[in-house]
């Protein structure tokens, strides 16, 4: 079926008009369940705002404006931003306020692309008129506050670990020297070289550093470093990209309670690698993620639960069996 903007803003105008009696099977039908692209999306917001003369999100957020439903909202909105715009939302809510919410900001950052930050940095500006780096400055302290603005300033540039050995065994040396050979460490060392790099170079790094000193980087990280925010950040880009998300969306949906938001912030920014993650998540867990969400008291049967379910199974398109044929789309 051919993608008319103009005919889905006014099924989401039709569905979101009235606060009080907000359409919602309309409204999910709109965002999420349907195959579209990213760009499709910013042409439905387009074709809103020319019809209209109204924000969609805006509209979308007032007609879920129910504290009950600020998961599902949340939920919605993303569908409608794109990555980056999304990912910049939700370091401004890690930082505005009391407190940080740091591992919010080490789920957007830690695996980020150079490209991928500087993509986030401009929307940041954009929407909120101030640099991500100013409200880091502002908001953070310390280790912390030089860690956060390494991973939005330092280069991350790509090597070629194949040819770089002579690099990672330097790197491997100032590590060591830094942390486990003496008696106090030296934390920037740390930060200076683990926000330097990309993933890659880093996952070659942990291997290096364990075949010359018996413990991993990561293990090192562990006994070396106190800071608990600086512990989660160092191990999170060291570790396999998918393990890491993995991990966390299994922390958001075990335990005690759903951490919706959480959730939707790893499915939203992490949509283009969810089939990995996904498939991560049955070989780490031994459960199928779409499944085990759906489980969920605090999701299941919900406006949000709804939501996602059709993130799932429509809105980043269905990429079909993985190498467990019970792991088939997410998000």
Same mark, same amino acid.
């Given at each position: 079926?051919?993608?008319?903007?103009?005919?889905?803003?006014?099924?989401?105008?039709?569905?979101?008009?009235?606060? /009080?009696?907000?359409?919602?099977?309309?409204?999910?039908?709109?965002?999420?369940?349907?195959?579209?692209?990213? +760009?499709?999306?910013? +042409?439905?917001?387009?074709?809103? /705002?020319? +019809?209209?003369?109204?924000?969609?999100?805006?509209?979308?957020?007032?007609?879920?404006?129910?504290?009950?439903?600020?998961?599902?909202?949340?939920?919605?909105?993303?569908?409608?931003?794109?990555?980056?715009?999304?990912?910049?939302?939700?370091?401004?809510?890690?930082?505005?306020?009391?407190?940080?919410?740091?591992?919010?900001?080490?789920?957007?950052?830690?695996?980020?692309? &150079?490209?991928?930050?500087?993509?986030?940095?401009?929307? #940041?500006?954009?929407?909120?008129?101030?640099?991500?780096?100013?409200?880091?400055?502002?908001?953070?302290?310390?280790?912390?506050?030089?860690?956060?603005?390494?991973?939005?300033?330092?280069?991350?540039?790509?090597?070629?670990?194949?040819?770089?050995?002579?690099?990672?065994?330097?790197?491997?040396?100032?590590?060591?020297?830094?942390?486990?050979? &003496? /008696?106090?460490?030296?934390?920037?060392?740390?930060?200076?070289? *683990?926000?330097?790099?990309?993933?890659?170079?880093?996952?070659?790094?942990?291997?290096?550093?364990?075949?010359?000193?018996?413990?991993?980087?990561?293990?090192?990280?562990?006994?070396?470093?106190?800071?608990?925010?600086? +512990?989660?950040?160092?191990?999170?880009? *060291?570790?396999?990209?998918?393990?890491? #998300?993995?991990?966390?969306?299994?922390?958001?949906?075990?335990?005690?309670?759903?951490?919706?938001?959480?959730?939707?912030? *790893?499915?939203?920014?992490?949509?283009?690698?969810?089939?990995?993650?996904?498939?991560? #998540?049955?070989?780490?867990?031994?459960?199928?993620?779409?499944?085990?969400?759906?489980?969920?008291?605090?999701?299941?049967?919900?406006? #949000?639960?709804?939501?996602?379910?059709?993130?799932?199974?429509?809105?980043?398109?269905?990429?079909?069996?993985?190498?467990?044929?019970?792991?088939?789309?997410?998000?």
């Amino acid at each position: 079926m051919l993608f008319d903007a103009a005919h889905e803003a006014e099924l989401l105008h039709k569905a979101t008009k009235s606060s /009080w009696n907000t359409d919602h099977e309309l409204l999910i039908h709109v965002v999420a369940q349907n195959e579209r692209t990213t +760009e499709q999306m910013q +042409e439905l917001r387009r074709a809103y /705002w020319k +019809e209209y003369n109204r924000c969609p999100i805006e509209a979308v957020k007032k007609a879920t404006n129910l504290p009950h439903q600020s998961a599902y909202s949340n939920a919605l909105v993303a569908t409608l931003l794109t990555g980056e715009e999304f990912a910049a939302q939700c370091l401004y809510d890690a930082m505005k306020g009391l407190g940080t919410d740091e591992r919010a900001m080490i789920q957007i950052l830690a695996h980020s692309t &150079k490209e991928e930050v500087e993509q986030i940095k401009a929307a #940041y500006l954009r929407t909120y008129g101030k640099t991500l780096e100013a409200d880091i400055v502002d908001d953070t302290s310390g280790a912390e506050r030089e860690f956060f603005l390494g991973l939005v300033n330092a280069p991350r540039s790509h090597v070629d670990v194949t040819s770089a050995e002579a690099e990672i065994e330097r790197d491997v040396a100032e590590l060591y020297l830094a942390g486990q050979a &003496k /008696w106090s460490n030296d934390i920037s060392a740390f930060v200076k070289i *683990i926000t330097k790099h990309d993933n890659e170079y880093l996952a070659a790094l942990n291997l290096a550093y364990g075949r010359a000193h018996g413990d991993t980087l990561i293990r090192a990280v562990e006994q070396e470093i106190n800071s608990g925010c600086l +512990e989660k950040g160092m191990k999170a880009m *060291i570790m396999d990209r998918a393990d890491f #998300y993995a991990s966390e969306l299994n922390k958001a949906i075990s335990g005690g309670g759903t951490n919706c938001d959480a959730l939707t912030r *790893i499915i939203a920014t992490q949509r283009h690698t969810m089939p990995t993650i996904c498939h991560r #998540y049955m070989t780490n867990y031994g459960k199928n993620l779409s499944h085990h969400m759906q489980q969920e008291d605090a999701i299941n049967g919900t406006q #949000y639960g709804k939501q996602e379910s059709a993130i799932d199974d429509m809105q980043y398109g269905k990429v079909g069996e993985l190498a467990d044929s019970s792991l088939q789309t997410v998000v």
